[in-house]
């Protein structure tokens, strides 16, 4: 009667570590190469980062009822990480070696339901704006015909990374 589904995934804290001694965007790209094991969270919700490039981040997801809420559409928490995920890897793209990044804040803007029915889906995320202490971003989150499902725009604070303990 239950349907079942397995992840697996490397220790967190290796990544983090790579992250804390590259720049942004060569970070992103052995991630995105497979060359360093995405997040966890990745697995969990299994959707990939697809595209990097200076001040841009791309991820992909294809729906399943995995992802599904009480009403039989995909959650407004899948929406967000995406959306979360493409914005905050748009501004970690553009950071140099030493530097991070949080989230602050984001506003989520829900167009479209998702089902599996709708197919894959992206999530684009884009610099807007950018300091030496905080960060705008933006992302949309479009299907294969790239109709609009949803918009989020992303406050992020930057900071050096603490040197390490090692």
């Known amino acids: 009667m239950g349907r079942t589904r397995t992840s697996q995934w490397e220790d967190p804290a290796t990544l983090a570590e790579a992250a804390g001694r590259m720049a942004g965007i060569d970070f992103l790209r052995e991630v995105q190469a497979g060359q360093l094991p995405g997040p966890p969270i990745n697995y969990a919700i299994d959707f990939a980062l ?3 490039e ?3 981040a ?4 294809t729906p399943g009822e995995e992802h599904y809420n009480p009403i039989g559409s995909v959650h407004g928490g899948i929406y ?4 979360d995920s493409a914005a905050g890897c748009a501004v970690q793209s553009t950071l140099p070696q030493g530097m991070a990044y949080t989230s602050l804040d984001m506003t ?4 479209r339901p ?10 684009i995320g884009t610099i807007v704006s950018s300091g030496r202490r905080t960060a705008l971003a ?3 989150l479009v299907d294969a015909k790239d109709r609009l499902l949803a918009h989020a725009t992303s ?7 603490p040197p390490s303990q090692g």
Do not use: H, Y
């Open 155 to 161: 406050s992020c604070m930057l900071f050096p990374v």
């Open 54 to 56: 200076p001040g841009r």
């Open 58 to 61: 791309v991820f992909s997801l």
């Open 50 to 52: 697809d595209e990097v």
């Open 114 to 123: 998702i089902t599996v029915d709708t197919g894959p889906v992206r999530a």
């Open 80 to 83: 967000a990480t995406l959306l």
């Open 108 to 111: 989520v803007k829900f167009l």
């Open 138 to 140: 933006q992302a949309q």
